[in-house]
């Protein structure tokens, strides 16, 4: 069974950082994509980075290209993203997600990956 635990998640002021893990077990596929996705309050879950294993190549949403950066423990089977410069905005549960490596795919979309870990909540808050 494919399992993701996403952990790291706490109370830090602005401007502070956090790192997130993304542990995956149970994988049945050696190739696989992950992302990151938040829901704050009242809005919709968007994504905001990914990273893919076979080429490591990642990319990020504009609300968070410059402070966060996703990076990838092939070996462990964990993701990590390192958040820098928090800000209010950046408050919400964060969530990370799987997928098989397919080839191309819309790294945004929700729909696209098979898997989902149970969320950590960050608040960024003085």
């Known amino acids: 069974e494919v399992q993701l635990q996403a952990s790291g998640g706490g109370l830090v002021q602005p401007g502070g950082s956090l790192r997130l893990s993304c542990a995956g077990s149970?994988?049945?596929?050696?190739?696989?994509?992950i992302g990151w996705f938040r829901q704050a309050p009242g809005k919709e879950r968007e994504g905001i980075s990914y990273?893919?294993?076979?080429?490591?190549?990642?990319a990020y949403a504009d609300s968070v290209k410059g402070r966060f950066t996703i990076s990838d423990d092939n070996a462990k089977r964990t993701v990590y993203l390192q958040m820098n410069s928090l800000k209010p905005e950046d408050t919400a549960v964060y969530y990370c997600?799987?997928?098989?490596?397919?080839?191309?795919?819309?790294?945004?979309?929700?729909?696209?990956?098979?898997?989902w870990g149970q969320g950590t909540q960050v608040t960024v808050s003085s």
């Open positions: 997600a799987v997928r098989p490596y397919r080839g191309s795919f819309y790294a945004w979309g929700i729909s696209e990956y098979d898997y």
């Open positions: 149970g994988f049945t596929f050696d190739d696989y994509a």
């Open positions: 990273i893919s294993s076979p080429d490591g190549s990642t």
